[in-house]
């Protein structure tokens, strides 16, 4: 029997109360033998500027936000790969070491997943969860095989930490104490 994975990927710049709440939400389903959490290291989507931090320093807020979050493995395959990260590589190598793959995805991606490098591929390879964002509901997305995440939504993303630290406001609401800490000491 093949080892069910729950692929979370993003950039994690930086990772974010949202965050944990749609992993633990994942986990609970009860799914999945495990959770993986992928940070990019070349997030070809991301437009210059928009990643603050390098790829071992998010490496090292994703540790510090999910390390304790139960069926959660932060993994540092794509850090560690050469060029820009592409889901369909890490989706093709957990296949190869024996895995049955669910894609987790914000709502917000769902309708980029056609423009994902490999899309039609990747459509064929995994089932996609979607993890509901406020103002939105989720849909399906023809060609994807597609499930909601139960959970309520959390109206938070990266872009509003980074923002909020930018004009010296108080983070202590939008990520866990230690990722804070980290972050302020990375744009000290």
């Not at 669910?102 to 996609?128: C, Y």
Request: proline share 6%.
């Amino acid at each position: 029997m093949s080892t069910r994975v729950g692929l979370f990927g993003g950039t994690f710049d930086p990772p974010h109360h949202g965050h944990v709440a749609a992993l633990r939400a994942a986990w609970a389903t009860g799914l999945f033998d495990r959770i993986e959490v992928t940070v990019a290291g070349d997030p070809y989507q991301k437009s210059a500027g928009r990643v603050v931090h390098s790829a071992l320093d998010r490496l090292a807020m994703a540790h510090e936000a999910f390390d304790s979050l139960d069926g959660v493995v932060v993994s540092d395959r794509e850090v560690r790969r050469i060029g820009p990260s592409y889901t369909i590589d890490t989706v093709r190598e957990l296949l190869a070491e024996g895995c049955d793959v669910d894609l987790l995805v914000g709502e917000d991606l769902l309708s980029s997943l056609d423009s994902w490098r490999g899309a039609n591929e990747l459509a064929q390879l995994v089932r996609v969860g979607v993890v509901p964002r406020p103002g939105s509901v989720p849909r399906a997305l023809e060609g994807w095989r597609t499930y909601v995440v139960p959970m309520i939504p959390v109206d938070l993303s990266s872009t509003r930490v980074r923002d909020a630290h930018q004009h010296h406001e108080a983070l202590d609401d939008f990520a866990p104490a230690p990722v804070i800490s980290l972050f302020r000491e990375l744009d000290e």
